[in-house]
């Protein structure tokens, strides 16, 4: 089934498409308001006039590549785990947001990785790992990159195996893209 963008979406792919929205109103040949308020998700437009909005932008796209940023895609605020935290905690984290690995932390450091993945490879050698810490079976930490760094290469990390990418700026975690994000993304742009 075909699922219109949301006013979200809009306002990202304009951003992406590096259209402002005065240029993106011209255009689409619609007043700059009804762009805001479209993007602020006060009015419905048209279909019609959601078709001519979208043209322009893929219109935008085709005639030069905007550079993707990883802080363009990723999600924020990041769920973590602390390394003296129990498995059963990172488990209970991990389906309370519905997420499928966590950072740990030891204060402001990252300093490795728990997973579904790696909390199934425990219960599968017949360990009882919930009592544990998780700095007793957690992997390495996922690869972390600065928000400046292009989709390319979080593409590039994770089809050399890593889950998630971590974006960090100024020493913190500021977001994570996962593989779902990168396909989201790539499905929005590859018809």
Do not use: C, W
Request: glycine fraction near 4%.
């Amino acid at each position: 089934m075909f699922q219109l963008p949301r006013s979200e979406d809009i306002k990202k792919l304009r951003k992406e498409a590096s259209l402002t929205q005065v240029e993106l109103a011209k255009r689409a040949k619609v007043s700059q308001s009804l762009i805001a308020r479209i993007e602020s998700g006060t009015v419905d437009p048209r279909v019609s006039t959601l078709r001519r909005i979208l043209e322009v932008i893929t219109e935008s796209y085709t005639g030069k590549s905007p550079r993707v940023t990883v802080s363009q895609v990723m999600r924020s605020p990041v769920i973590s785990v602390e390394a003296s935290d129990s498995v059963r905690t990172a488990i209970e984290l991990m389906e309370k947001d519905s997420v499928s690995q966590l950072p740990v932390m030891k204060g402001d450091a990252i300093v490795g990785t728990v997973s579904e993945t790696t909390v199934v490879r425990h219960l599968s050698s017949g360990e009882n790992v919930f009592n544990s810490r998780v700095n007793e079976i957690m992997d390495e930490s996922l690869a972390v990159v600065p928000p400046s760094t292009g989709v390319d290469e979080a593409y590039e990390l994770m089809s050399r195996g890593y889950p998630a990418v971590l974006v960090v700026d100024k020493g913190k975690i500021v977001g994570i893209v996962t593989k779902i994000d990168l396909i989201i993304h790539r499905s929005r742009f590859k018809k």
